[in-house]
């Protein structure tokens, strides 16, 4: 009996003793998490752009601005280094091989506002680049498919418009003029991709016209219910040296893309507006990409 006492009040000091160590193991992490936004801001600042960039995107993983006020939200992005947001964008991006998702598309195609935009599904596999995307119902040409497959043909697309009298196949250019009745971009930029490479694209061209590539406008604004920052970047001109005249893009700061674009020329006309409704890793197989797909209707 003086035997088991003593057990029992040995187990039971143990775990007195070891009760406060868990606590305080964890202590670090509940104070990072409680870093005031000002500290965090500071801090930020003071990094480079690589450092800058794990944190940006580790703070978005894990929906670290949700409950943060919009001043501080505009307060982190003027402290963003203008290498920092395509560097993160890019390296998301990259965890993205294959995907599917949905997006909204309305754009000026031959100097008409679309009056109804695209609801548009799209699988996606950036390399070798193949493209599947489907017109949805409640969206402008519902019913439309095309396939795009540069292993096949790099120069042509896949596919039939929607209606009646919509389920004719047909191959045609990749710009031809069937592409370009409904938008001004093509098959192959129809990804997250093809965004990137343009914001890219656009801030070496900023830098080369004597600029930094730093937005000239940020603002925090509610789109379709949801709290997004957007941040606007005026070019000196348009096409073919900018993507366009100006450019705003929108973050939810919960996913790691852009949830909207959208464009206007040098006249303050609107030239698109796209958005990216969900995003969906996806591993594809031979039938994705195949117009024999049971699923699709080639």
């Known amino acids: 009996m003086q035997l088991r006492a003593l057990l029992l009040a040995a187990a039971l000091a143990w775990s007195t003793a070891a009760q406060p160590q868990t606590q305080e193991a964890s202590a670090p992490a509940a104070t990072a998490a409680a870093t005031p936004p000002a500290t965090a801001i500071g801090s930020f600042a003071a990094m480079d752009v690589a450092k800058q960039t794990a944190w940006?995107?580790?703070?978005?993983?894990?929906?670290?601005?949700?409950?943060?006020?919009?001043?501080?939200?505009?307060?982190?992005?003027?402290?963003?280094?203008?290498?920092?947001l395509v560097r993160w964008l890019r390296a998301e991006v990259a965890k993205l091989p294959e995907y599917e998702?949905?997006?909204?598309?309305?754009?000026?195609?031959?100097?008409?506002?679309?009056?109804?935009?695209?609801?548009?599904?799209?699988?996606?596999?950036?390399?070798?680049?193949?493209?599947?995307?489907?017109?949805?119902?409640?969206?402008?040409?519902?019913?439309?498919?095309?396939?795009?497959?540069?292993?096949?043909?790099?120069?042509?697309?896949?596919?039939?418009?929607g209606g009646v009298f919509g389920f004719a196949a047909i191959w045609s250019a990749?710009?031809?003029?069937?592409?370009?009745?409904?938008?001004?971009?093509?098959?192959?930029?129809?990804?997250?991709?093809?965004?990137?490479?343009?914001?890219?694209?656009?801030?070496?061209a900023h830098v080369a016209a004597g600029g930094t590539g730093k937005f000239n406008d940020a603002r925090v604004v509610t789109e379709?219910?949801?709290?997004?920052?957007?941040?606007?970047?005026?070019?000196?001109?348009?096409?073919p040296a900018f993507y366009a005249k100006r450019v705003s893009l929108y973050f939810d700061l919960r996913n790691p893309w852009v949830r909207i674009e959208e464009s206007w020329d040098e006249s303050g006309n609107q030239l698109e507006k796209i958005v990216i409704e969900s995003v969906t890793r996806k591993t594809w197989n031979d039938q994705t990409f195949n117009p024999k797909n049971p699923e699709y209707k080639f």
């Open 224 to 239: 379709n219910g949801e709290r997004m920052l957007r941040l606007t970047w005026d070019a000196p001109s348009g096409p």
């Open 101 to 161: 998702y949905r997006m909204r598309r309305q754009e000026r195609v031959k100097d008409q506002w679309q009056s109804q935009a695209s609801l548009m599904l799209v699988r996606y596999r950036n390399a070798p680049r193949q493209v599947y995307a489907r017109w949805l119902k409640g969206g402008a040409h519902a019913g439309q498919e095309i396939i795009y497959d540069e292993t096949v043909r790099k120069d042509e697309m896949y596919g039939h418009l």
């Open 56 to 84: 940006l995107g580790s703070q978005v993983h894990a929906n670290a601005f949700a409950n943060w006020s919009d001043e501080d939200i505009l307060a982190m992005a003027q402290a963003m280094k203008p290498e920092t």
């Open 174 to 204: 990749l710009d031809g003029a069937l592409a370009k009745s409904q938008s001004n971009h093509t098959a192959r930029e129809l990804g997250l991709q093809f965004i990137v490479d343009s914001v890219e694209r656009d801030g070496r």
